[in-house]
């Protein structure tokens, strides 16, 4: 296999753009805050929550869906596992079918009413917020076993804290579903082509409603996290969480018309997103310009995709930065067969 041919592998990657965005920001890093890249346990942990929301959305991003409620669903998690939070054995699981149950409403009024994706999950995320303010009274709930709480900061290993592995786990998970079972590859053939899946046997509507449950799922799972590293459940937890969660799911790769996506490249994106923001804000600029710059990137990263560059008429010379649009649906159709 000669140079080319793995450069051009590489440049059909789906998470191809967080890659290069992930190599400018640590180089960046090195040269202006090498002290961050020296600090990673912390730098990643402080980037978790936003880790498991972009996650979280691929399996709702690949088939053209979005939902808009997962950072509200962090907050419901949270402010559930809160009013039980003297025993985490039980708190926590009940705040991960909490999020289930968010999940199986979002994929319910889809799939079954009909209702579009975004205004579904925009009207969730409103419901979710007052649900939120109510069940916490709008103050912060400390966690009644704060003791066990704190060990949940103590790093096992080097800088690497329980959270990060939890992340680490989740992610494996959901790369292992999405890319190795059958149903999680059935997804990627839905978003490439709905017709085609359903006359190939494929129950849409179940997939879809299992995506929904998956993300709110994994959301939920956000929400105990930075519970566990707060030691107390915030009724605003995650209203700062989405944009970064798309921006990162985005720039790995996935296309908001469906079909692609990419578990790892979520990651990627979302590590290097969380390098761009630590890096901005330990340079002490305002917090305006880590915002406008997450939204500069959010937009290239979309106006790069080959629709972006099609709709737009860009040259063609883009062509080779936009990868290949159906890597991850041919290969899920060929091996669903």
Known sequence: MNGHTLLTQFKSWTAFRAV???ALVVVVLLAVQPTALGSYGIALSRIVDVWLVAIALVPVLVLGEIDLSAGSTMAVTAA????????????????????????????????????????????MLITLQGLALAITDGAPVPLQDATRALEFSVPLIGQITPDIIIAVAATAALWFFMTKMRTGRELYIIGGNAEAAASGGISIDTRKILAFIICSCVAGLAGVVDTLNLVAASPTLGSTVMLLAIAAAVVG???????????????????????IS????????????????????????????????????????????????????????????
């Open 253 to 275: 790769g996935a296309s908001l018309s469906g079909g692609r996506a990419s578990v790892i490249g979520a990651v990627i994106g979302a590590v290097a997103l969380g390098g």
């Open 278 to 337: 630590i890096g901005l804000q330990m340079s002490g600029l305002d917090s305006s310009v880590e915002s406008i710059t997450i939204g500069a990137i959010l937009f290239a990263a979309i106006v790069l995709t080959k629709e972006g560059v099609r709709a737009l008429r860009l040259p063609s010379l883009l062509g080779p930065l936009t990868g290949a649009s159906s890597d991850h649906t041919a290969a899920a159709a060929g091996k669903a067969r």
């Open 80 to 123: 559930v596992a809160a009013q039980v939070s003297g025993n985490l054995a039980v708190s926590i699981p009940l705040a991960l079918i909490t999020g289930a149950v968010v999940g199986l409403i979002n994929g319910l009024l889809v799939v079954k009413v009909g209702i579009n994706s975004f205004i579904t999950t925009l009207g």
């Open 20 to 22: 290069i965005l992930l």
